[in-house]
């Protein structure tokens, strides 16, 4: 676990987009261009001092993998670089993130308030196992106002978690607003940017402490590995690295590197999945089968506003309401005949899934009402595929339904 490398450092006036592309683990002997794999699950010593002293954290010196590795420190670093972040650690898994950022900094006697529309794991972690290690929760609205956020916290609220916008119901939540409230009684302001990405949104800028990412889904965005990054201020990343390199959530140096090539491309493919995206919601506003259609950018969403202020673009994802219901969805998932039908997102490949029977599943049919996963709630993934294809294939998928 380090802060940004020299190399970063000295691109300071760089725009981050170029920082990141240009950051690099120090070349070997060989010269290479491309920065190769340490695929080894330990480092050597040229003598005992110096192994005594990286054991006693006197050095940054690598140890173990489990602990540090440069590919790892490659693909941190570089996520550093594009949200604005001073220090990071990356995990095996987005939920292993999530899981680590809220282990790490809470403890028995706790609180925390999470905005109530969130990934299907996350509910599960916040609402069936932080009670057994004697941490309590409250739930608030995406659309709350400042007073309602304010009525939520306690005297004992350690944490702030939100994601925006919300997976799968694209709900934003006010960063600035909250990070007021957070800043104000010293409480960590946590918020998974997973669907916006940085180069949609960087949470640091408008007040928040820590920021998560599933890399498995755009950062990847191709659908290949797992991985998961919390980055952030450097006092609580490294209660994170304490906790991560005991309890071993790391991230494999193959994944690193594969993630790490792959940020070089992330804003030029956010930016055709963005621009698809919109297409398709334009596309598909007033379809006679829909109830409604809601993306980040079009200016009929409840939260225009706020996207307007935080976001640089809406993001790869569309949701719409189709209007059977259940049965609806599954005779729309069976006619698409391009989008893909997988437990993921972010692929240079569009997807369809249908929150209700995969990802929120496990919330109560209550619960999932309760945070606007209804019956007929489609998501859509949308990939680099020509525009007009995407469209097409959602639109021959919903004619047979339409009234």
């Given at each position: ?84 972040a001073e220090s990071g650690f990356a995990t095996a898994s987005g939920m292993s993130a999530v899981f680590a950022s809220f282990m790490a900094l809470m403890k ?296």
């Amino acid at each position: 676990m380090n802060d940004t490398s020299n190399e970063q450092q000295k691109n300071h006036k760089l725009h981050p987009t170029t920082q990141a592309i240009r950051t690099h683990t120090e070349r070997t002997q060989q010269m290479e261009h491309s920065s190769p794999m340490f695929l080894t699950s330990s480092f050597c010593f040229d003598n005992a001092e110096d192994m005594r002293a990286a054991f006693a954290d006197e050095t940054d010196d690598n140890i173990y993998t489990r602990f540090s590795n440069p590919s790892v420190q490659e693909f941190i670093d570089k996520v550093c670089v594009l949200e604005g972040a001073e220090s990071g650690f990356a995990t095996a898994s987005g939920m292993s993130a999530v899981f680590a950022s809220f282990m790490a900094l809470m403890k028995a006697g706790d609180h925390l308030v999470a905005c109530k529309s969130v990934f299907g794991s996350t509910h599960t972690v916040i609402t069936k196992f932080l009670g057994r290690y004697g941490i309590e929760y409250t739930y608030v609205d995406t659309d709350a106002t400042a007073a309602e956020w304010e009525a939520a916290m306690r005297p004992n609220t350690k944490m702030v978690y939100l994601e925006t916008p919300t997976n799968p119901g694209l709900d934003l939540v006010d960063l600035q607003m909250v990070s007021a409230i957070t800043r104000s009684r010293n409480i960590i302001l946590n918020v998974d940017n997973c669907f916006a990405t940085p180069i949609g949104q960087r949470p640091l800028k408008f007040g928040a402490d820590l920021v998560i990412h599933s890399a498995t889904k755009w950062m990847d965005g191709q659908g290949r590995v797992l991985g998961g990054v919390v980055v952030g201020r450097p006092d609580l990343i490294k209660e994170v690295y304490a906790f991560c390199r005991s309890t071993g959530p790391a991230m494999s140096p193959f994944n690193a590197w594969v993630l790490s090539k792959s940020l070089d491309t992330l804003h030029v493919r956010m930016e055709r999945h963005a621009a698809n995206a919109l297409h398709l919601a334009k596309a598909l506003e007033g379809h006679p089968a829909l109830s409604w259609v809601k993306y980040p950018f079009l200016s009929s969403h409840p939260q225009f506003a706020i996207a307007q202020k935080q976001m640089l673009n809406g993001g790869g994802i569309v949701c719409f309401e189709l209007k059977g219901g259940i049965e609806a969805g599954r005779n729309f998932l069976n006619s698409l005949q391009l989008l893909s039908l997988t437990a993921n997102l972010g692929d240079a490949r569009s997807i369809a899934s249908h929150p209700a029977s995969t990802t929120h599943a496990k919330l109560t049919e209550a619960e999932r009402m309760d945070v606007g996963i209804t019956p007929g709630l489609i998501r859509i993934s949308v990939g680099l595929e020509y525009a007009e294809d995407i469209v097409n294939d959602i639109k021959q998928a919903l004619n047979p339904l339409s009234p």
